[in-house]
């Protein structure tokens, strides 16, 4: 049945079969469940208001599950065994476990509304891999937590045990996460298989301790994180490794291992307390020092254990660094060595919570590197790559230290503070998908003159990811086809791209982009899509005054502000009506900027007129010129110099490039005042430059001369004679 509002009875001589769901929903105590030694491999659910039901044997329901709704279990003393005992809903309901023993895997009773539980002298015992206690907060007698995999278990709410048993498995990367504080009345007892097999019990939140008050404690082979030791027990032990964030745990005291014997970590015969010292000291703890030296013997360093120390230093070391059997964490500096070589195909996460650097040496790291710096800082001291994965920040501080950065992609999506100092070099990013990602009101991106680039070459698809953030440049590069897509709005110094190929820049609709500079344009056979990621519009804003230059765009959904400033150029192709319709991109070029010089060679009926082309609007000048007048005229709109307004101008036709030139202006009037402007005309249109004056010189008058008789004339010579009758007082030096 799927339902049975009264007992259950099976018995010794009969056949249990049946596996689907039972549910018990009486609602009148004296309900019994007798087993008669059967096993089931029902999910039982109690789920009757004031029922009660008393196990009458002991109870194996292999790997199912038992939930509790609503009523009483009274588990009699009886061995129990499940998979999963869970409660649920808001009813009343209550569990009294008396004297028995309970296996299973999963203890949850996160929902603990209307819960009463009664421990009496009971053992909880949970055994096998992920696995859970979640004790909702209750009073329990007897709890042991026996893992036999690498899964991470937790335990949940504030619990108070009598006494809590923690084992750990044969395994070197066990975790038990706390997520709220603990009290043990009695014996807290946490052991780890061995020296190299370890526990790591920490905080389920980075950076939040967890207290556990324990009246006595016997802790070995065990490392903490983010947890506070407390109450009457020692909090001390054999083989304590402190990383970071923890109080009131002694902890081993912390020393400095140097490799010397080729070999994995997590051997003896590796270490020594001295450089080339003799091998059999400690592996290191996590808050121990770590280096490889020239005194390193030959072979491959293998790294092992899942926590290798504090400071890593391979200074000198010539040696092999293979970084590739599990993720290693790190809680100090990484330092390596140019002569040495570094097979690191494993993620590292970096856990610091000081200031620390990383050198690399020109090597690459072959996986992903995260930043788990509470409260640090992790500062470059050369170029940083790596050839898989991304860049991970999730707590501190990064500093590029004006560093390059190569990397597949970035990811620095927070929910805990977390700052990255751009500094000025180049973060390449070389992936798909999301390239660059960066969300969260927790991080802070201090651009400084940084270029993002995204460089990869392939044909899928590449996103910026980011929002309300301040970036220098953002530059597309490589033969990629593949589109690329910038969602939130951000702030740019400068979008721009050195691609030759055709390509798709798509915006998240809604979403504002600042920017200073464009550098985005196509050519001929080779146009650039400017899009929305849907119909509606985006907005590009140009900020700092100038204008944007484009050409070979095919724009659709796309708002340019401000008016008459984003030029998309003569060859662009306008889809801006297609669907909801974008505005303010103009396609054509902007005039061309030109100004008249002063005047010169200036005489009676000619003069020179000077004018000096400062920007062809980044379309071709195909004619140039000046006009001129006796009288002052108001600036020409866009027109031919014919409808200019003024009586005269010069002409000239073709090609011409930015620069200075003339016109000479004949056939003028003597002391008159002309004013002149200089004018050039692309495809746009005409523009014509500021109005210059100038006045024309006199026309001499010729002198009126009389011829007088020769005198005093010889053999040789004579004396001419003249009379001035008239020197138009304008030419005296005449003979």
């Not at 073709?654 to 005042?673: P, V």
Request: a negative charge; proline letters at 2%; aromatic letters at 8%.
């Amino acid at each position: 049945p799927s339902h049975d509002t009264s007992s259950l009875l099976l018995v010794a001589g009969m056949t249990y079969s049946y596996t689907g769901a039972v549910t018990f929903a009486a609602t009148s105590t004296g309900k019994t469940l007798t087993f008669g030694g059967k096993t089931t491999a029902n999910a039982f659910t109690f789920n009757g208001s004031g029922g009660g039901w008393t196990v009458q044997d002991a109870w194996n329901n292999g790997t199912s599950d038992i939930t509790l709704t609503t009523g009483a279990l009274d588990t009699n003393d009886q061995t129990i065994t499940l998979r999963t005992f869970t409660t649920i809903g808001s009813g009343t309901k209550s569990i009294d476990l008396g004297s028995s023993t309970v296996n299973c895997t999963n203890w949850n009773l996160t929902v603990s509304t209307g819960l009463t539980v009664t421990a009496g002298t009971s053992t909880i015992a949970l055994t096998g891999a992920g696995l859970i206690f979640a004790g909702g907060g209750k009073t329990f007698s007897t709890v042991t937590i026996t893992s036999t995999t690498t899964s991470t278990f937790s335990i949940s709410g504030a619990n108070t045990f009598g006494t809590l048993t923690i084992t750990g498995p044969a395994s070197k990367t066990q975790i038990v996460s706390i997520s709220s504080n603990q009290t043990i009345s009695g014996t807290l007892t946490i052991a780890g298989n061995s020296l190299t097999n370890r526990l790591l019990v920490q905080s389920n939140i980075l950076g939040t301790a967890r207290t556990i008050t324990a009246a006595t404690t016997t802790i070995s082979n065990c490392d903490f994180m983010d947890i506070t030791g407390a109450g009457a027990g020692s909090w001390s032990g054999t083989s304590l490794g402190n990383a970071l964030g923890n109080s009131g745990i002694t902890f081993t005291t912390p020393v400095t291992r140097y490799a010397v014997t080729a070999g994995n970590w997590s051997s003896t015969g590796v270490w020594s307390a001295t450089s080339g010292g003799a091998s059999g000291a400690s592996v290191p703890l996590c808050h121990d020092t770590v280096i490889l030296d020239a005194s390193s013997g030959a072979g491959t360093y293998t790294a092992d254990m899942p926590r290798l120390g504090a400071d890593i230093t391979c200074t000198g070391f010539t040696r092999t660094l293979s970084v590739n059997s599990l993720t290693t964490q790190i809680f100090g500096s990484f330092i390596l060595a140019s002569g040495m070589t570094y097979s690191g195909n494993q993620t590292i996460e970096f856990r610091g919570r000081s200031s620390h650097t990383i050198t690399s040496a020109g090597k690459t790291h072959g996986r992903a590197l995260w930043f788990y710096a509470l409260g640090g800082t992790y500062t470059l001291q050369d170029a940083l790559t790596i050839s898989t994965f991304s860049l991970y920040g999730r707590n501190g501080t990064f500093d590029a230290n004006d560093f390059n950065v190569t990397v597949p992609n970035v990811n620095f999506n927070v929910s805990q503070t977390f700052t990255v100092n751009m500094g000025s070099g180049t973060w390449d990013c070389t992936g798909i998908n999301n390239a660059w990602s960066g969300t969260g009101s927790l991080l802070t991106v201090n651009c400084e003159t940084s270029t993002i680039v995204i460089s990869d070459t392939s044909s899928s698809s590449k996103t910026f990811q980011s929002s309300g953030r301040t970036f220098n440049t953002l530059r597309f590069t490589g033969a990629g086809t593949g589109s690329y897509t910038v969602t939130g709005s951000n702030t740019f110094a400068s979008i721009e791209s050195t691609k030759t190929n055709t390509y798709t820049i798509l915006f998240s609709a809604g979403t504002t982009q600042t920017i200073a500079s464009w550098g985005i344009t196509g050519s001929s056979g080779n146009m650039v899509t400017i899009n929305s990621t849907s119909t509606g519009t985006h907005t590009l804003t140009k900020s700092g005054g100038g204008q944007v230059r484009a050409d070979y765009l095919s724009i659709q959904h796309s708002v340019a502000t401000p008016s008459d400033t984003w030029y998309a150029g003569v060859n662009s192709t306008d889809n801006q009506n297609v669907a909801t319709a974008g505005s303010g991109w103009l396609f054509t070029v902007p005039l061309p900027t030109w100004t008249t010089q002063a005047v010169s060679s200036i005489s009676d009926l000619t003069a020179t007129a000077n004018g000096n082309s400062t920007d062809d609007g980044s379309g071709i000048i195909s004619e140039r010129g000046f006009v001129y007048d006796t009288v002052t005229r108001s600036a020409p709109s866009n027109v031919a110099p014919a409808s200019s307004g003024y009586a005269s101008n010069i002409v000239d036709t073709g090609t011409f490039s930015e620069g200075a030139f003339t016109g000479n202006m004949t056939g003028l009037t003597e002391l008159t005042t002309y004013y002149v402007r200089a004018y050039c005309k692309n495809e746009a249109g005409y523009d014509y430059g500021d109005e210059v004056s100038f006045t024309t010189l006199e026309t001499p008058a010729v002198p009126v001369v009389t011829t007088q008789a020769v005198s005093t004339i010889t053999g040789t010579t004579a004396l001419g004679n003249r009379t001035v009758v008239d020197d138009n007082a304008t030419y005296r030096d005449w003979e």
